[in-house]
């Protein structure tokens, strides 16, 4: 087919295979560094977004923390106040039996009631 000899051979290899190694030998020297001062720039401003939005976290974690507290504490205050709610419908509906039964009483003529 083709019969080339080295004086063709070689020169046509490393014409192929030099930039192919040259590129590779560049990637991975520059792999994983920021090389141009507008990446840095962009970094840096990821990284002060990143440690606001942080920093903004740890707050509304806190926040969290305190109205969960505060809910609970609610939530108790609200099953005494029920609980005395209770006590007082029993009163107020005792009161009115007895109501009740002295208006009767007196509508009646009963004891102490008109003659």
Known sequence: MFNFGPEILVPLVIAIVGPILTYLVAARKVAGRVTSSEA???????????????????????????????????????????????VLIAERDALMRRLEMLQSRVERGGPNGPS
């Open 40 to 86: 840095k720039d962009l970094w840096a401003e990821g990284k002060a977004i990143r440690d606001m939005l942080n920093d903004r976290i740890e707050v509304l974690e806190n926040r969290i923390e305190e109205l969960g507290q505060r809910v609970e504490k609610l939530s108790a205050e609200i099953l005494d106040l029920r609980g005395e709610r209770a």
